[in-house]
């Protein structure tokens, strides 16, 4: 198994940064994708960035030029640094990982953190 722990949210105005990183710890070495997504109430669930442990990152439009995800794999950890922050971008976001080579090419995801609250304001 794997245990995720995000940290790093925090409140901060708009334009402003913020790292988040997630701690993952148990069988780490079976990982072979990574994702950050956010949900706010009533909305579904977003992927914000992922990378593949061997072929590297996405990002979707609204986070592309802002968000860059990496990780620091002696740490066993995955960042996400988020740049120009927008009251939009206020979130819970979430780390997530999947050991399974076919389940990450479907961006799906079996490991999942509690999230860490983000608030960005105007």
């Known amino acids: 198994q794997v245990q995720l722990v995000e940290s790093g949210g925090g409140s901060v105005q708009a334009g402003g940064s913020l790292r988040l990183s997630c701690a993952a710890s148990?069988?780490?070495?079976?990982?072979?994708?990574m994702a950050w997504f956010r949900q706010v109430p009533g909305k579904g669930r977003e992927v914000v960035a992922t990378?593949?442990?061997?072929?590297?990152?996405t990002y979707p439009e609204f986070a592309k030029g802002r968000f860059t995800i990496y990780q620091d794999s002696a740490k066993n950890t995955l960042y996400l640094q988020m740049l120009s922050l927008k009251p939009e971008d206020t979130s819970m976001y979430y780390c997530?990982?999947?050991?399974?080579?076919?389940?990450?090419?479907?961006?799906?995801?079996?490991?999942w953190g509690q999230g860490t609250q983000v608030t960005v304001s105007s």
């Open positions: 997530a990982a999947e050991s399974s080579p076919r389940l990450c090419s479907r961006y799906e995801y079996s490991y």
């Open positions: 148990g069988h780490t070495y079976k990982l072979y994708c």
């Open positions: 990378i593949d442990l061997y072929s590297g990152t």
